[in-house]
C-alpha cells in the first residue's frame, strides 16, 4: 500500500477524494477481509478506514451483505449465476 493512498482524510487538510478510496477499497478489501494482506498494510488500511467514514460504512455495507448471501442455502443459487459472480469478483480485484 502507498502512503494514504486516499489523500487526505476528512477533517484534514486537503479534500478527500471519494474516487481514489473506491479503488483503495476494491483493491484491498478481499486481500483484508481474508487475512492476506501484510501486517503493515492491514494497520494502514484500519487507520483509513477510522479516519474516512465513507470507507468504514462501505466496509460496513461489504460485510452485510457478505453475511447476507452465506444465508441463502447452496441450492437457492443455480451453479452458473454462482460461478459468473466469483469470475466478475475476481476480474474486479485483479491489481494491475
Known amino acids: 500500500m ?3 493512498p486516499c489523500g487526505p ?3 484534514s487538510a486537503g479534500k ?3 474516487i481514489t478510496c473506491q479503488k483503495l477499497i476494491l483493491d484491498c478489501l478481499l486481500d483484508y477481509e481474508s487475512g492476506a494482506m501484510p501486517d503493515q498494510d492491514r494497520r494502514q488500511l484500519e487507520r483509513h478506514l477510522e479516519a474516512c467514514p465513507p470507507c468504514g ?3 460496513t455495507s461489504y460485510r452485510a ?3 447476507t ?3 441463502l442455502k ?5 451453479p452458473a449465476l454462482a ?3 466469483v469470475a466478475f469478483v475476481r476480474s474486479r480485484s485483479r491489481k494491475p
Not at 447452496?74 to 443455480?78: A, F, M, S
Request: proline share 12%.
Open 74 to 78: 447452496p441450492c437457492d443459487v443455480p
Open 9 to 11: 482524510t476528512p477533517g
Open 65 to 67: 451483505t457478505g453475511k
Open 57 to 59: 460504512q462501505f466496509l
Open 69 to 71: 448471501l452465506q444465508m
Open 16 to 18: 478527500h477524494d471519494a
Open 83 to 85: 460461478s459468473a459472480v
Open 2 to 4: 502507498r502512503d494514504d
